[in-house]
C-alpha cells in the first residue's frame, strides 16, 4: 500500500503565490513510485495549477466542494466540474464541520458525488475535545465513519481514504495537545474494526487511514510507525517547503 502525505493549504497562498510555490515543491522531490504526495490549494487557484502540476511527481486535491453536479446553487463548485482537475477531493474536515456545520447526510452525500465523479475523497473523522474527556468519542468516531460512509457500497470502498483528524489536536485549536501514537492506534483500530462490521474483514484492511493533527518534521514518523496508519494530513507544515519536504523524506524513510 502506497504511503500519503497530503497538504491541506486551508485559506492560504493568493494564485500567483500557489504557482510559486508548487513551483518550488515540484522541483525539490523526485518522483516516488510508493509515496503520494498530495496537495490541496484554494479552490479558485486548483485549475490554473492543474495546467503546472507535475503529476506523475504529485496530485492536486480540493478542499471541498458540492455534492449536486450541476444546478441552481450559487457560490457552490461541484465535484463534476472538479474532474479531470483534482484526483482527490477532502470532504467531512472538521472545520467544515463545525465551522460551518456539515453533517454526516451532506456529508455522505460529497462522498457519494467524489465516488462517482471519479475523484477520492479524503473522509475525515474526529472528535472534540470534550467528547474525548467525557469518553463519547468512541461513539463519535463510530458514528461519523458509518453516517459518512453510508452511500458506498463494498465495491467502491476501495475508492475511498479516510482521515482520522481528532479536532482537539489541531494546531488552530487553541487548546490543542498532540495526539500520542498509543491514541492515534486505538482510534485508527476502531476506525477499521467499525469498517469491517459493514463492508468486511479484506475491505476494512486495505483502506489507507491517514492521521492529521499538528504533523511536523520532528513527530511525523512517530505517527507514520503507528500500527494502520497509511500517511498523513496536515495544513501549517506543508506551507512551508522545508517542513513539507521533510516530511516527505520522512515518509519515505519509513517505508523503506
Given at each position: 500500500?502506497?504511503t500519503?502525505?497530503?497538504?491541506n493549504?486551508?485559506?492560504?497562498f493568493?494564485i500567483?503565490e500557489s504557482s510559486?510555490?508548487?513551483?518550488?515543491?515540484?522541483k525539490s522531490?523526485p518522483?516516488?513510485r510508493d509515496?503520494e504526495?498530495v496537495?490541496?490549494?484554494?479552490?479558485?487557484a486548483?485549475?490554473p495549477l492543474?495546467?503546472?502540476?507535475?503529476?506523475?511527481i504529485l496530485?492536486l486535491?480540493?478542499?471541498?466542494?458540492?455534492?449536486?453536479?450541476y444546478?441552481?446553487?450559487?457560490?457552490?463548485?461541484s465535484?463534476?466540474q472538479?474532474r479531470?482537475i483534482?484526483d482527490y477531493?477532502i470532504?467531512?474536515?472538521?472545520e467544515r464541520?463545525?465551522?460551518f456545520h456539515?453533517?454526516?447526510?451532506?456529508?455522505?452525500?460529497k462522498?457519494a458525488?467524489?465516488?462517482?465523479n471519479?475523484?477520492v475523497p479524503i473522509?475525515?473523522?474526529?472528535?472534540?475535545e470534550s467528547?474525548?474527556a467525557?469518553?463519547e468519542h468512541?461513539d463519535?468516531i463510530r458514528?461519523?465513519?458509518i453516517?459518512?460512509?453510508l452511500?458506498?457500497?463494498?465495491?467502491d470502498?476501495?475508492k475511498?481514504?479516510i482521515?482520522?483528524?481528532?479536532?482537539?489536536?489541531?494546531?488552530?485549536?487553541?487548546?490543542?495537545r498532540?495526539?500520542t501514537p498509543?491514541?492515534?492506534?486505538?482510534?485508527?483500530?476502531?476506525i477499521?474494526?467499525?469498517?469491517?462490521?459493514?463492508?468486511?474483514?479484506?475491505a476494512?484492511t486495505n483502506?489507507p487511514?491517514?492521521?492529521g493533527g499538528s504533523i511536523?518534521p520532528?513527530?511525523?514518523?512517530?505517527?507514520?510507525t503507528?500500527?494502520g496508519?497509511?500517511?498523513?494530513?496536515?495544513?501549517?507544515?506543508?506551507l512551508?517547503l522545508s517542513?513539507?519536504t521533510?516530511?516527505?523524506?520522512?515518509?519515505?524513510r519509513v517505508q523503506?
Amino acid at each position: 500500500m502506497k504511503t500519503y502525505v497530503v497538504g491541506n493549504w486551508k485559506m492560504n497562498f493568493t494564485i500567483g503565490e500557489s504557482s510559486i510555490y508548487l513551483h518550488k515543491l515540484l522541483k525539490s522531490i523526485p518522483k516516488y513510485r510508493d509515496i503520494e504526495i498530495v496537495v490541496a490549494p484554494s479552490t479558485i487557484a486548483l485549475q490554473p495549477l492543474s495546467l503546472q502540476v507535475d503529476r506523475h511527481i504529485l496530485k492536486l486535491a480540493a478542499q471541498n466542494a458540492y455534492y449536486r453536479d450541476y444546478g441552481t446553487f450559487t457560490g457552490e463548485t461541484s465535484f463534476a466540474q472538479l474532474r479531470g482537475i483534482v484526483d482527490y477531493a477532502i470532504v467531512g474536515h472538521s472545520e467544515r464541520r463545525h465551522i460551518f456545520h456539515e453533517d454526516d447526510k451532506s456529508i455522505r452525500k460529497k462522498v457519494a458525488a467524489a465516488v462517482r465523479n471519479r475523484i477520492v475523497p479524503i473522509v475525515c473523522v474526529g472528535e472534540t475535545e470534550s467528547e474525548r474527556a467525557f469518553g463519547e468519542h468512541v461513539d463519535v468516531i463510530r458514528d461519523q465513519v458509518i453516517g459518512s460512509l453510508l452511500d458506498v457500497s463494498t465495491e467502491d470502498l476501495d475508492k475511498v481514504i479516510i482521515a482520522y483528524d481528532p479536532v482537539w489536536a489541531i494546531s488552530s485549536n487553541r487548546t490543542s495537545r498532540l495526539a500520542t501514537p498509543d491514541e492515534v492506534a486505538e482510534s485508527v483500530k476502531l476506525i477499521r474494526e467499525t469498517l469491517a462490521e459493514t463492508y468486511g474483514e479484506d475491505a476494512a484492511t486495505n483502506i489507507p487511514i491517514l492521521f492529521g493533527g499538528s504533523i511536523n518534521p520532528s513527530n511525523a514518523g512517530a505517527y507514520l510507525t503507528v500500527p494502520g496508519v497509511n500517511g498523513l494530513l496536515m495544513s501549517n507544515s506543508s506551507l512551508i517547503l522545508s517542513e513539507f519536504t521533510d516530511i516527505i523524506k520522512t515518509a519515505k524513510r519509513v517505508q523503506s
